[in-house]
């Protein structure tokens, strides 16, 4: 009976063009994939510096395993932490200049810690309404009030901070949102905390590795830091391995250490991880190049696509959406690229809100300029 229920759930998804389901790739992450033994251009992966399968990473994660073993055996707190994981703390901390920095196994962990450690019942925690899911998570796990504001809606921020009197007030955001490509507005963010005397939680997934000098991220882009923003950064995204970091002042994070529970019961992530990362530390340091690669492929981009029926959301990252609003003509469109060769994926409800399905196309520093226009030629075809 209950199996039956569980189908005519899955039915109904699938008749609305909701279902979810996985390819298997044959191939490592790149612009070039192969799926179900076909070769596919692709422009969906996070892999923005095209880190994921360089050969030094690879080397130094294979030195890595050969040193240190291949799992960690144990949580950070027992016997799980090792002198990689304590070198890329402080590597990271130093990187994007706060005091201290706190490893978790993924972004989606670091933002369920992290939030449930900072606030609980009695403090009220404000985000904004396209923040990804793994914050919108956090807040429901942390069981503080959510106050959720309308994107970018620096307004209605104000007037819900002003009409919050007790309790801790922790701000939430997306730097660099994971389905728009738009930046927050960090400035104006931070202004509010300090008015209000609240704090800044800062995702910068897609931020870290790849704005601002030396890829330092979204603060660095902005040229603005305080000990009120806490920062998290992810590291299977532009830093091309897996994991995830927060960065804030000392106290901030031995609070993580001791209260954030997705930090403390859980294995440790692999040594030979951190090892690699070391070495992604350094190429997104001296990547610039990479960035400016990639900047160049976001205004190619940008250009070709103008004159299509649908809307190119406005973004200068390497996220560019297409807006397509029904969810069966985003598949469709989807499968019509695969069918030349072209891998993007539609985003449906409720990863987006209801009528926004979307061709989420993503650039990496590993596309050439010869990638984009066949991806800007096909997309023309389909337009016709
Ligand atoms: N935050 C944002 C904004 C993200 O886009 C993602 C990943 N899609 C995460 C957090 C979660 O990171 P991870 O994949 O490392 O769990």
């Not at 305080?226 to 106290?251: D, H, N, P, W, Y």
């Not at 997705?262 to 951190?274: D, G, I, K, N, R």
């Not at 650039?363 to 226009?373: F, G, I, N, P």
């Amino acid at each position: 009976m209950i199996f039956h229920q569980l189908q005519h759930e899955l039915d109904e998804r699938a008749t609305q063009g909701l279902l979810r389901q996985r390819r298997t790739l044959d191939s490592p992450q790149s612009p070039h994939i192969v799926v179900d033994g076909k070769p596919y251009l692709a422009f969906c992966s996070n892999d923005y510096l095209g880190l994921a399968s360089h050969p030094q990473l690879i080397a130094a994660l294979q030195q890595g395993a050969q040193a240190w073993g291949v799992g960690a055996g144990a949580a950070h707190l027992v016997s799980g932490h090792f002198e990689p994981h304590r070198q890329l703390e402080m590597q990271l901390a130093a990187f994007v200049g706060k005091p201290a920095a706190l490893l978790f196994s993924t972004g989606y962990m670091a933002n369920l810690g992290v939030v449930q450690a900072l606030v609980g019942k009695g403090d009220a925690v404000f985000a904004d309404k396209l923040n990804h899911s793994s914050l919108n998570d956090a807040m429901l796990l942390a069981r503080a009030e959510v106050r959720r504001y309308r994107h970018g809606d620096m307004q209605q921020l104000a007037q819900m901070l002003e009409r919050t009197q007790s309790g801790r007030k922790l701000i939430i955001t997306d730097a660099v949102f994971s389905m728009d490509g738009d930046l927050a507005p960090l400035p104006d963010l931070l202004a509010l905390c300090e008015r209000h005397d609240a704090w800044l939680l800062l995702d910068d997934a897609h931020g870290f590795g790849v704005l601002g000098a030396q890829g330092r991220g979204s603060l660095a882009q902005y040229g603005i830091d305080s000990a009120r923003i806490v920062l998290m950064g992810t590291l299977g995204k532009a830093a091309g391995v897996s994991g995830a970091f927060i960065a804030a002042e000392q106290v901030v994070i031995d609070t993580l250490v001791n209260h954030a529970r997705s930090y403390v019961y859980t294995t440790a992530t692999p040594p030979a991880l951190s090892a690699a990362l070391l070495q992604s530390l350094q190429l997104i340091e001296q990547g610039d190049a990479l960035r400016e690669h990639l900047q160049g492929l976001v205004a190619q981009l940008r250009k070709g696509l103008g004159g299509l029926p649908w809307l190119l959301m406005p973004s200068d990252t390497a996220i560019q959406p297409l807006l397509i609003g029904d969810n069966q003509r985003a598949l469709g469109l989807s499968e019509g690229l695969r069918d030349r060769g072209i891998w993007v994926a539609a985003i449906r409800p409720p990863t987006v809100p209801q009528g926004t399905a979307r061709l989420r196309i993503t650039l990496s520093a590993a596309h050439t300029a010869d990638d984009v226009e066949r991806l800007i030629g096909a997309l023309h075809e389909l337009a016709c």
